[in-house]
Structures are given as structure tokens and as C-alpha cells.
């Protein structure tokens, strides 16, 4: 009520003040009254308190104002430092504006008529660096674009505590940083032709790219495969891929995180190829109120399984562990483009994937089978972590969920249809979850009544096969020719299609090899659940990254690359030695190799 009451005070008073104000300065000019703004705006109140009103016009004033002048140029920069929670001065012979922060400042030098000569970035014991984006954006005065730069810069210096805790934590990152650019530089074996798609998919933590002009370093962990098929085949380059932005944040319980290096220069690697750490010692080590955090961009949506994983890694608790859980592919349909479209999840939901030659798919997921408690999970947005030994296996989690959404994605469409509306389809499919992150589709032959499945088993992001199983047929040659067309492109619509036309185009029979006829009255007579166990497996035939031939199939064979260092940054230095690494397989996948860029293969046309 107390407020309500100040307020029409103040509105009244506003009103009355008005036409005085007009009356006063009517015969003023205007270049006199912008004068006498610009000087109100420089004087600086002894008053702490903000009246928000006035706060809020002031803003507005400066920004319609051109900024043509030292004095605007400095003003509109304290403007900014003070909205992002920055200290702003002037140097005494005030040519330089300092924006500073805890762990940071920026330089912006300044000339006569309020010009930018450069703009330095200095961070926590460093010399100042020019930056080309900075310095750009304000020569070409857009101070909005500005302003969210330099927010970004004040996010990835959000570290909790005091001053010395905060230089403690600062410097934690810088090492972890120098750490994982020492295990990218290890040498490996390049599967593929193209290197940046062979760091996102087989380096042992992606393709890093370190921190530049403030920004932290990210990690490329995932890249679409479609993407890059349709990219390499059309205009030469490689979609980006899914990031993670490598940072710190605060945590309720104190960590040990390490204050030097824990990998030796040069660094000594175990039978998997992956350095040995130092174990954390007092010396070498803080216990600090925060942890590393791998940031998502864009969030992923996660299986409760993959989170438990993670926290058994990492021993630290992923905080969105403890939301409500939702089926997978529920949490997709919110994620993706579809959010538009209306999408329920409260019965059975059916797409319409559009294929090339006007070939369509039906495509149904029941709600009711999906709600099963293996196939549950949540959005995570980060993953924290206090060892570097950890990224690795980490990241390979991410690819393994990351190969499970993409699937599962590739089946949605933004033309829903009603379930039994009649239409035209040249393939229906159910896609129904199976245990161990294992998924079917069943589908209707050709001119038959009969059914068959498609199991697509996803071992890893590495390993995914296919079973097919169809009446009266038993052929291990076409799982593996199934099992390669979903490698290559990682999308179901286009596997179906493949399998749709190579059943088409092949006249089955009954096999009278008394072997295959027990192994289809097996198949007829028992559940249909495949045996995914890692022994059981049937490996898909992956193609590498030379230009030679295999003359049975024309794909190419085994891969003669080796890489030495990856990246351009230089590795730290004054690492140390002997430790457990956190060992995870390195096989690779050729997926993305030389033979896709002569333009896409046929059968995924």
C-alpha cells in the first residue's frame, strides 16, 4: 500500500515538473540542452540509492545519443561496465577506459572524437592481448552486441568465494586447460580423411579448441553423421557439431582440485594411448568450494542410466539427477525442432518422414511401451567433474547417448498424423525400446501380410549393428550391409528405405541349408529379443579412410594415416608423472571416409 502511495507521488510530481521543465528550456537550442544532459549524466551522486525510473530513462538517453565524442565514448563504456556489474575509470591522461573485474580487465584505448584505437583483454597474471572482436564491435559502435561479448566474458569468470579463492580456482582451470590440450596432442591413428570429423568422433576427448580472447575452451564431441554426408557431397564443408564449454562453477562440499599440471612433459601414456596422470597430492593441490563443469550447448537429453555412470566416474552428483524423469523420446520431442508442432506424449504419436523421390514413412511410437524405467532420463545442461583424467570417458558417454538421440530423432518429422487416417504410406513402422539400449522397428512386407524386425543395437557410438529378421529368411550378408547403411548416415527412415529396396530387389526363398531352416523355426517359435551381449555382436563393416578399393563391396580399405599433434596450441609445460589414467576404449569408426566426397553413396540417396 506504502508503495502504491510513493508511487503516485512520484507520478504526480512528474506532471507537474513537466511543463516547468518545457516552459525553462523552450527557448533554449538544442545543441545548449544536449550539453546540459551530457553534464548531468557526468556528474557523479553522492547518493548511492538508484531511483530505477530515472536509472532507466538515463539508459535510454544514452543510447539514442550518437556517440561522436571522448566523452560520449567513455560514457556509454562506464554505462555498460556498470549494467554487467564491472568497475569503470579513466586513466590520468585519459586515453584509456579500464572495465575491470575480480580475475580480469579490459583496455579500451581511445582517440580524439571518441574513436577505438584497441581493445586489450587481460586476464589474471597475464599481459594484455588486443581483440579483434571486441575492437570491431566498438569501431562499428554496436554497443548492444558489446555488451552481450562482454557478458559472456563476465559468465565464464563467474567463480564463486572471495578474492584469493576465487585466483586459486582461476588458476585450478588454466591447468586442467594445459591438460587437455596435452592429452588432444597425443599421436593416434587418423581414421578418416577429414580431420576435423575424425577428432570429433574418434579423438580421445573431440576436437578442443582452446579459450581465445577470454572465451573458454570447448570441445566439439559430436557431429550428425547425415550432416556431414550432405555437407561433404554439397558444398565442401563439415556442420558443426555439439559442444561443451569447459568452466567451473560452485559446489555446497569442498573438492581437491589440482594447482599444477598432472601429465609429464612429455607424457607417458598406458596400453590404451591415454597419458598417466600424478596422483593429487597436498602440494600439488587445494581443497576448493567448486568443481570443473562441462557446460552442454545445446543441453542433451540424458538416460538415468548414463547420468548414474557419470556420477560413478566423476564421484560428484549431476544436479539434474534429482529432476522427474521422462521417456526418451519425450524428452527429444522437446528438444527439437518439433516444439512447434504441438506434440503430445500423452498416446501413441506417429510421424510422417518425407524421403527423396516422394517416398514416405509412418513412423509410431507408443507411448505405453516407451514408459519403461530403462528408457527414462532427463535434460542435462552440466556435468561436473574434478579430474581431467575424467573428459575422456565422459565424452564417450556423450557420444553414446548422443548416437542413441540421433536415432531415435532421425524418425520425427513436423507432419503428424492422426493414427489410422488412411494415408498412402510406402512404409509403416513401430518403433519399439528394447533392453540394453537396443530399439526395433517392425515393419510390413511388400505385397505380404507377413512382419519383420530390425533390431539396431547401440553398443557405443562406435559400435551399432542391425539383425533383420523376416519369415522364412536367415541372411548374416544383408545384416551387415544393413548395419553399414545406418553407420553411414545414422538415420532409421534411410536404413528402412535401403532394406525396403534391397528385400525388393531380391527374390527370397526358403534356405534348405538345415542350419538357417533351424535358426528361422527358432525365430518363429521363441520371443524375438536379440542376444546383445558384446559376444554375440555382429560387427558392422565400417569403412576407413583410404583411397583404395575394396574390390568385393568398393569400400575402401584399412586406413594408412597417422597424426602426430592436433590443434595449434602449444602444450603446458612443468607437468609431472606416474599416475592411474582413466582408461576408455579408443577404437575408431570410419564412418565419414575418402569415399563420400565424390558425392553421397546410393543407397543413402
Not at 593416434?188 to 579459450?211: F, K, T
Amino acid at each position: 500500500m506504502e508503495s502504491e502511495r510513493n508511487r503516485g507521488h512520484l507520478i504526480m510530481k512528474s506532471k507537474t515538473l513537466t511543463p516547468a521543465l518545457k516552459s525553462k528550456y523552450a527557448d533554449k537550442s538544442w545543441n545548449e540542452t544536449i550539453q546540459l544532459v551530457r553534464r548531468c549524466m557526468d556528474k557523479k551522486r553522492s547518493d548511492s540509492r538508484v531511483c530505477e525510473p530515472i536509472a532507466k530513462c538515463l539508459q535510454k538517453i544514452n543510447e539514442a545519443l550518437n556517440v561522436s565524442s571522448l566523452t560520449a565514448m567513455v560514457s556509454r563504456l562506464e554505462m555498460i561496465a556498470k549494467q554487467k556489474g564491472l568497475v569503470s575509470h579513466l586513466s590520468p591522461t585519459e586515453t584509456v577506459c579500464y572495465l575491470t573485474a575480480d580475475l580480469f580487465y579490459i583496455e579500451v584505448v581511445l582517440m580524439p572524437g571518441g574513436k577505438v584505437e584497441d581493445v586489450r583483454v587481460a586476464h589474471h597474471g597475464e599481459s594484455p592481448v588486443s581483440s579483434p572482436s571486441f575492437l570491431q564491435l566498438l569501431r562499428m559502435k554496436k554497443f548492444q552486441e558489446f555488451s552481450m561479448k562482454l557478458e559472456d566474458l563476465v559468465c565464464s569468470y563467474n567463480i564463486p568465494g572471495e578474492s584469493d579463492v576465487k585466483i586459486k580456482i582461476y588458476t585450478t582451470l588454466r591447468h586442467l586447460e594445459n591438460d587437455l590440450l596435452k592429452i588432444s596432442h597425443l599421436p593416434r591413428s587418423l581414421r578418416e580423411s577429414d580431420l576435423h570429423v575424425d577428432l570429433i568422433l574418434n579423438g580421445r576427448i573431440g576436437n578442443v579448441q582452446p579459450g581465445q580472447e577470454g572465451m573458454p575452451m570447448k570441445i566439439e564431441y559430436y557431429i550428425i553423421p547425415l550432416n556431414v554426408l550432405m555437407g561433404l557431397s554439397s558444398t565442401g564443408e563439415v556442420a558443426g557439431g555439439q559442444v561443451a564449454i569447459v568452466t567451473v562453477g560452485s559446489s555446497d562440499t569442498s573438492h581437491r582440485l589440482q594447482m599444477e599440471s598432472l601429465i609429464s612433459s612429455p607424457p607417458q601414456v598406458d596400453c590404451h594411448g591415454f597419458p598417466l596422470f600424478q596422483p593429487l597430492s597436498e602440494s600439488g593441490s587445494a581443497l576448493l568450494p567448486a568443481t570443473f563443469l562441462l557446460k552442454l550447448q545445446a543441453p542433451l537429453p540424458m538416460l538415468a542410466s548414463f547420468i548414474e555412470k557419470m556420477r560413478k566416474i566423476t564421484d560428484v552428483v549431476v544436479p539434474e539427477q534429482k529432476l522427474q524423469m521422462e521417456p526418451l523420446p519425450q524428452l527429444l520431442m522437446k528438444t527439437s525442432t518439433l516444439q512447434n508442432a504441438k506434440i503430445t506424449w500423452t498416446e501413441d504419436v506417429q510421424f510422417v518422414v518425407p524421403l527423396p523421390a516422394s517416398e514416405y514413412h509412418s513412423y509410431v511410437f507408443s507411448a505405453a511401451e516407451w514408459d519403461h524405467e530403462s528408457w527414462k532420463g532427463t535434460l542435462i545442461h552440466t556435468i561436473p567433474f574434478t579430474h581431467p583424467g575424467h573428459v575422456p570417458i565422459l565424452l564417450d558417454t556423450l557420444r553414446h547417448q548422443s548416437a542413441i538421440n540421433v536415432l531415435l530423432a532421425s524418425c520425427f518429422s513436423n507432419h503428424k498424423h492422426h493414427i489410422g487416417a488412411g494415408l498412402p504410406y510406402d512404409l509403416k513402422c513401430e518403433v519399439l525400446p528394447e533392453l540394453d539400449h537396443c530399439l526395433s522397428v517392425t515393419f510390413s512386407l511388400e505385397d505380404s501380410d507377413n512382419l519383420a524386425v530390425v533390431f539396431v543395437m547401440v553398443v557405443d557410438s562406435r559400435q551399432v549393428s542391425c539383425r533383420l529378421l523376416m519369415p522364412d529368411f536367415v541372411d548374416h550378408k544383408l545384416d551387415d550391409y544393413v548395419s553399414r547403411i545406418l553407420v553411414r548416415c545414422m538415420s532409421i527412415p534411410i536404413t528402412m528405405r535401403a532394406i525396403r529396396r534391397k528385400v525388393a530387389s531380391m527374390k527370397v526363398h526358403p534356405s534348405t541349408d538345415p542350419s538357417c531352416a533351424h535358426a528361422m523355426e527358432s525365430t518363429l517359435t521363441t520371443p524375438v529379443h536379440p542376444d546383445i551381449s558384446g559376444s554375440n555382436i555382429m560387427p558392422a563393416l565400417y569403412p576407413s579412410a583410404s583411397h583404395e578399393a575394396d574390390g568385393k563391396n568398393g569400400l575402401p580399405s584399412s586406413a594408412g594415416y597417422y597424426v602426430m599433434s592436433v590443434g595449434s596450441a602449444q602444450a603446458a609445460n612443468n607437468a609431472n608423472t606416474d599416475a592411474v589414467a582413466y582408461p576408455s576404449p579408443c577404437a575408431s569408426l570410419g564412418v565419414y571416409s575418402h569415399w563420400v566426397s565424390g558425392g553421397v553413396p546410393a543407397e543413402l540417396l
